[in-house]
């Protein structure tokens, strides 16, 4: 496989659920990133991990939980979430101090009822 | 925050016509990113720029970057249906880490039949 893959591309889940959200890269890239995407709103930076260390949390409601156990796996875990952040989430990786080509998964398409 | 303002919100074109959108900023880009998002999937990039005043191709895309350096525009020639999408500029502002993207409000591309 090549690219970044998001597993899974959708989600159902009650208010009460956990569940998480799983990316893979195989680009051999040093950094990855969570964002939000929202129906008439600019995508929204969530998480970066860099050297599969966290450098931002752009203040980010803790029922979202990033983890990054290698620098090739990045996974958001979910809890207790609200309607409201049904959204397409959508995680990419980049070679940072190179270009700035981020390389995108097609997303997974959350919905909480 | 950094924010990327994109014109226009929406186009409704017909097939064959051409096509032209910009990205304006507060603040001043070091790097101007163009990418297009189809129905269900992720952004992929389609053209980067790296200097003031480039002006770069790719295939029927033609961008570049503006003089001030708060700008960048977009030009699609010849419009086919696979053009349909939404059009985000992004770039790392200057001030910021090379960590992380701002991305632009978004261009919805629709072809009338």
């Known amino acids: 496989e090549t690219g970044v893959t998001q597993t899974p591309r959708h989600l159902v889940m009650g208010m009460t659920n956990k569940k998480s959200l799983k990316c893979e890269q195989h680009?051999?890239?040093?950094?990855m990133y969570w964002y939000k995407q929202s129906a008439k709103k600019p995508l929204e930076l969530m998480f970066v991990?860099?050297?599969?260390?966290?450098?931002e949390n752009n203040s980010v409601p803790s029922r979202f939980s990033p983890e990054c156990p290698n620098s090739s796996h990045l996974f958001l875990h979910l809890h207790t979430l609200q309607p409201e952040d049904s959204a397409l989430y959508l995680c990419a990786s980049s070679q940072q101090n190179r270009d700035y080509g981020y390389t995108f998964g097609s997303g997974t398409r959350l919905t909480v009822v | 925050g950094q924010q990327l303002n994109q014109s226009p919100q929406s186009m409704f074109i017909q097939e064959g016509e051409d096509v032209s959108m910009n990205c304006t900023s507060s603040?001043?880009?070091?790097?101007w990113l163009w990418y297009k998002q189809d129905p269900g999937e992720g952004p992929v990039l389609l053209i980067a720029l790296y200097k003031a005043g480039e002006l770069t191709s790719n295939g029927r895309l033609t961008a570049q970057f503006g003089i001030t350096r708060k700008d960048s525009f977009l030009n699609i020639s010849a419009s086919i249906p696979s053009d349909v999408g939404i059009y985000f500029c992004?770039?790392?502002?200057?001030?910021?880490?090379?960590?992380?993207?701002?991305f632009g409000t978004g261009t919805r591309l629709t072809i009338i039949p």
């Open positions: 680009l051999g890239h040093n950094a």
């Open positions: 992004a770039g790392p502002p200057f001030d910021f880490g090379n960590e992380k993207l701002t």
């Open positions: 991990y860099s050297l599969e260390e966290r450098v």
């Open positions: 603040s001043i880009f070091n790097t």
